[in-house]
């Protein structure tokens, strides 16, 4: 279907055939984790990356039309054989999938990446692909529009920590400040959510429900502030990235069970062109800071709370405090893995393994404490 003709063995590109379905099915069991893996099938229009005779590569390409009637595309399930990394089969794919979507008359394209996978994101910035933040959203497709394409990228799952990379006209960016006000306001609402499927907002009064809302600013404020600074003695810029697709994971949450699941987003390096494994050694030490920043936060409001003898007020700003404080570190250090790694426990883990032990030890501490 489609070849690069290079001094490298040739690399080719074309449909799955049917008797190739066990072999890509394999290829995702290699790429992917296991519990990622078992949610995948590949389905009739799945393009594969053959080298030398062997299929070395596949992708997921899907057309859709949006309620304004414009055709899209959508890249799901980009994989490459281990041996096979960094040798242009990943970019090869990209591009084979775009000239699918010409074929199919889809004016724009997208994809959902995690936000330190730099091996896939790289591959899309460098072929015209950027973020596209929640405001762009919003004033490119209107509600209706963002919703719809959501569900089409099944962005209303656990996409925690996940962007939505376009290739589209350039529009206006989102503000990070901005951004950082609207994903705490939205985190705060998720919280009352959990109060009121717990039965316990009902019987706060108005001043405990504000110190319950500052209290997630000041924890969500310390944090980031932790690694900014951090970033910046190290000569690293950041910038503040909302996790805008983790909110209905959150309040189904809240809904569901009557918990908080925070999510603070994240400040990630400028540019949409960097490597994680180069920049870990910086990244490490920022994400350390940033864990750091919310067990500071949890232990500090546990002490305030045993020998403060705070009246009633203070002490219940105190309490959501401590338990605002629990539930991030739970997922910030202790849960590494899975849905939750765009949290700074998985930069630790990957930087140093003995500075994630010691976070571990801290966070687990907090639960064994009595207030």
């Known amino acids: 279907m489609h070849e690069e003709a290079t001094n490298q063995p040739v690399i080719s590109v074309h449909h799955m055939r049917a008797e190739e379905t066990g072999a890509v099915r394999s290829l995702a ?99 015209g692909f950027t973020i596209l933040s929640p405001g762009e959203q919003l004033r490119h497709y209107g509600l209706l529009g963002t919703f719809a394409l959501w569900i089409r990228t099944f962005r209303l799952g656990a996409d925690v920590g996940h962007f939505l990379w376009a290739r589209l006209e350039p529009t206006r960016q989102d503000h990070p400040g901005l951004q950082w006000c609207a994903g705490t306001c939205l985190s705060v609402l998720v919280l ?18 504000l110190g319950a ?18 970033a910046r ?13 983790a909110y209905p994971l959150s309040a189904g949450v809240a809904l569901m069970l009557g918990l908080f699941l925070p999510t603070p987003g994240s400040v990630y390096p400028r540019g949409g062109i960097w490597r994680y ?18 067990l500071v936060f949890a232990w500090v409001t546990w002490g305030l709370l045993r020998f403060g003898g705070f009246p009633e007020e203070i002490a219940s700003w105190l309490r959501f405090g401590h338990v605002t404080g629990q539930m991030l570190a739970l997922f910030e ?32 501490g907090l639960f064994l404490t009595r207030g």
């Not at 809302?213 to 951090?230: D, H, S, T």
Request: aromatic residues 12%; proline residues 6%; charged residues 20%.
């Open 29 to 127: 069991g290699q790429a992917f984790s296991r519990l990622e893996s078992a949610f995948f099938s590949p389905p009739p229009q799945t393009l594969v990356a053959e080298r030398n005779g062997r299929l070395v590569g596949a992708i997921v390409p899907k057309v859709f039309v949006l309620p304004d009637k414009r055709r899209c595309g959508a890249i799901f399930w980009l994989m490459t054989a281990p041996e096979a990394r960094g040798k242009g089969v990943g970019g090869r794919l990209v591009e084979a999938t775009l000239e699918y979507f010409e074929e199919h008359d889809c004016r724009e394209a997208f994809a959902c990446v995690e936000g330190y996978n730099t091996s896939s994101s790289n591959l899309f910035a460098t072929r």
């Open 192 to 209: 009352l959510l959990a109060g009121w499927r717990g039965g316990w907002v009902e019987r706060l009064e108005p001043a405990t429900v």
């Open 213 to 230: 809302a500052l209290v997630i600013v000041a924890l969500f404020g310390m944090r980031e502030a932790a690694m900014r600074l951090a």
């Open 233 to 245: 003695s190290q000569g690293l810029l950041v910038q503040y990235r909302v996790w805008e697709a």
């Open 277 to 294: 494994r180069n920049l870990l050694p910086k990244l490490g030490p920022s994400a350390f800071a940033g864990a750091l920043a919310v």
């Open 333 to 364: 250090v202790l849960l590494p893995f899975s849905i939750f790694v765009s949290f700074n426990g998985r930069r630790v883990w990957d930087w140093s393994r003995p500075a994630w032990a010691l976070l571990a030890a801290t966070t687990v």
